[in-house]
């Protein structure tokens, strides 16, 4: 019901002005009615667009339209931000033009056919492509009519070229969002082992395959969450120690007296309730693999005696009197940045460098990209699996939240939060309704400097409106604080609030922000039902 509301007061509001602010206007060409945005393409790009493809391509577009003029302008707005487009002034033809394409831009009245029938047509060819509708004259009518045929969303021309590009980026990225889960699932299900395809996870797979058949230490750091125990069972299991045993500890889970014991073992009577000797764990994980999990949690006394078994490969047993040889290859992880421990005086330099052999750093989920998705799918059906549920899935708009989602506590978090989405659902596709609150009502502002993929680059202007409300939000709100901050007065900075706020206002005026499911239905057919 929120979906057709929007779309409703989208229509609405764009209908009450025949004009976009901020848009100069010129005559329309004969034989056309209305007028066109008068955009002026910069001389780089009319240079660059005859022959050359732009290298930032941000989907394939179709756009129908049975006035040329109109079409080579759309054209020229949306292939200089990086789009592909193809156009036809048949809307007959269109419909045999739709492999591959991401979204399609119609206009409403045309000659051989409208752009609803067309919507309608299209829809049957590619169940769920999503259609943005370009009219001259918006209605409540247009608007009912529209919701029924699923449009995804909606422009009264002449069109804003930033509303236009916001919305064409959005329709293109719900379809390569639904395309990638699709693919997910279709696959098999992952074997065992580290899951994801993203460039920092496949060198950290590298690096392991390369490491891990040696026996030197390795020392894995990472957020909290990140997967580290997982990455040392990995390092095991392609070791050469594989068929030994995996022993696991976590340092900080233990009082330093229990740890030494722990660790190093115990001879009978060395204190109270000793009742026999033990071996401790560098023993057991003779042959083997011992992982001393959050490493930098062990207090100094202890990093003493543990630098000095792995320089001798011995142990002594609390309240023994000889040492006790050991074999296990040795790896360790931690949260914390250890140099800077070093540098504090609270971890023994000499212990860091006989532990950080080879070190790995786990990238943080945040920065796994598609992955989060392929993550979340093996988690769906593990947990489904676990409470005795039919197969689910995610639809498309979950998996546009979960991607924008910041995930602090990383894989973990993840895991957590579709376990969660199981327990909560209703039925078998995740809705947004099932995710938790601080994910629904997440915003994005981190700000992204480091890519290897140049389509995850954002503009300046958009870095610049990012930067500004991230600012604002850490200091509370503080106007006067935050222009200090920025070397701005406070009515520069109050100027650009506004220009951001009335820039979101506008993002949400054409249509739904959450899409659809997988299969294509819009949010426009999630309110209709």
Excluded at 88 to 104: C, F, K, N, R
Excluded at 224 to 229: A, F, N, P, R, S
Excluded at 339 to 358: C, I, S
Excluded at 472 to 487: E, H, I, M, P, Q
Aim: proline share 4%; aromatic share 4%.
């Amino acid at each position: 019901m929120a979906a057709r509301e929007d779309f409703m007061g989208a229509v609405l509001r764009s209908s009450s002005s025949s004009n976009v602010s901020g848009v100069e206007t010129f005559p329309s060409s004969p034989g056309s009615s209305g007028v066109y945005p008068q955009y002026r393409e910069p001389q780089q790009d009319r240079e660059r667009r005859d022959g050359h493809r732009v290298s930032k391509e941000k989907g394939t577009v179709l756009l129908i339209d049975d006035l040329e003029d109109q079409c080579a302008l759309y054209q020229t707005i949306l292939e200089r931000e990086g789009f592909i487009v193809k156009t036809t002034v048949s809307p007959q033809a269109a419909l045999g033009m739709l492999e591959g394409i991401d979204a399609v831009v119609t206009d409403l009245h045309m000659e051989e056919m409208s752009g609803l029938e067309l919507c309608r047509l299209v829809h049957e060819v590619v169940e769920g492509l999503p259609v943005v509708l370009l009219t001259g004259v918006g209605s409540m009518e247009i608007a009912i009519e529209a919701l029924r045929v699923g449009v995804y969303d909606f422009l009264v021309k002449p069109a804003n070229p930033k509303l236009l590009l916001m919305r064409v980026g959005r329709a293109a990225a719900f379809t390569r969002m639904s395309r990638e889960l699709a693919r997910l699932r279709a696959a098999p299900a992952p074997e065992q082992g580290l899951i994801g395809k993203c460039a920092a996870w496949t060198r950290v797979k590298e690096l392991l395959e390369r490491v891990s058949k040696s026996e030197a230490s390795i020392l894995i750091r990472g957020e909290t969450g990140t997967g580290k125990e997982l990455v040392a069972r990995h390092v095991h299991r392609l070791s050469r120690r594989t068929d030994g045993p995996l022993v696991a500890i976590n340092c900080a889970a233990l009082p330093p007296t229990l740890l030494e014991s722990e660790l190093f073992g115990h001879a009978r009577g060395a204190f109270t309730d000793a009742k026999g000797t033990r071996d401790g764990l560098f023993v057991q994980a003779t042959g083997g693999t011992l992982f001393l999990d959050e490493i930098g949690e062990m207090p100094l006394d202890m990093q003493v005696k543990l630098l000095r078994a792995l320089q001798e490969h011995r142990v002594r047993p609390v309240g023994a009197s000889a040492e006790v040889p050991f074999d296990a290859r040795i790896v360790c992880a931690t949260h914390r940045n250890l140099e800077e421990m070093v540098a504090a005086g609270t971890f023994r330099e000499d212990l860091y460098y006989r532990l950080n052999v080879v070190s790995i750093d786990l990238p943080p989920l945040r920065d796994r990209g598609d992955d989060i998705l392929e993550l979340a799918v093996v988690f769906l059906s593990r947990a489904a699996s676990r409470n005795g549920r039919e197969m689910m899935r995610l639809s498309t708009a979950v998996a546009e939240r979960l991607v924008a989602y910041d995930w602090p506590g990383n894989v973990r978090e993840l895991e957590n939060c579709i376990e969660r989405c199981v327990a909560l659902a209703r039925f078998h596709e995740l809705a947004v309704e099932d995710l938790p609150e601080r994910i629904r009502a997440h915003r994005a502002d981190r700000i992204l400097v480091t890519a290897d993929d140049p389509q995850e680059i954002v503009t300046l202007e958009n870095l610049s409106k990012r930067y500004v409300s991230r600012v604002v939000t850490l200091v509370g709100g503080n106007k006067s604080r935050a222009a200090d901050l920025l070397g701005l007065d406070r009515r520069t900075l109050t100027r650009r609030l506004k220009g951001l706020h009335t820039a979101e206002s506008s993002s949400m005026e054409g249509g739904p922000t959450e899409g659809g499911s997988i299969d294509g239905s819009t949010a426009f057919d999630e309110a209709e039902s």
